[in-house]
């Protein structure tokens, strides 16, 4: 097994028994300052009206900037919190599979800031986020 493989296995066991496994989210790829990770659109991430809930995509972005500011710091030492997410709605989904990559804009010693990108699987955009993360050290 490849580092990468181990790593991605260790990001994906992060969410276990959490929303994450619940929406369906998997991390798919890593490298530095990025992260990428795709969601199911079905009946856990519907809105009522059969499109991919608003809401999920959020929580796609907010997961893929989350876990990659985690990894930017000593998590012994430091920890990660979200201080603000937007986000754009461009294009709906009703079906299939979306993919977020989230990069990091900036990495500070008490700040990062990430974008993320979802896009569907014919690539077009779904959704465009901001990120912004606090980095606190651990009592």
């Not at 790829?29 to 856990?44: A, I, Q, S, T």
């Not at 990430?114 to 699987?121: A, D």
Request: charged share 20%.
């Amino acid at each position: 097994m490849h580092e990468s493989d181990n790593t991605l296995k260790r990001l994906n066991e992060w969410g276990k028994n959490t929303m994450l496994a619940h929406l369906g989210i998997e991390i798919t790829d890593c490298g530095e300052k990025y992260l990428c990770g795709k969601m199911p659109v079905d009946h856990r991430t519907h809105q009522p009206m059969g499109l991919l809930h608003g809401g999920a995509s959020v929580a796609l972005a907010e997961t893929l900037g989350s876990i990659g500011a985690a990894l930017q710091v000593d998590l012994e030492k430091q920890a990660c919190v979200g201080l603000e997410i937007n986000a754009n709605h461009v294009r709906g989904v009703r079906e299939g599979w979306v993919y977020g990559k989230a990069t990091a804009i900036h990495v500070g010693r008490s700040t990062q800031i990430w974008e993320i990108k979802i896009t569907n699987e014919a690539g077009d955009l779904v959704c465009i986020s901001r990120m912004t993360v606090a980095v606190i050290d651990k009592k």
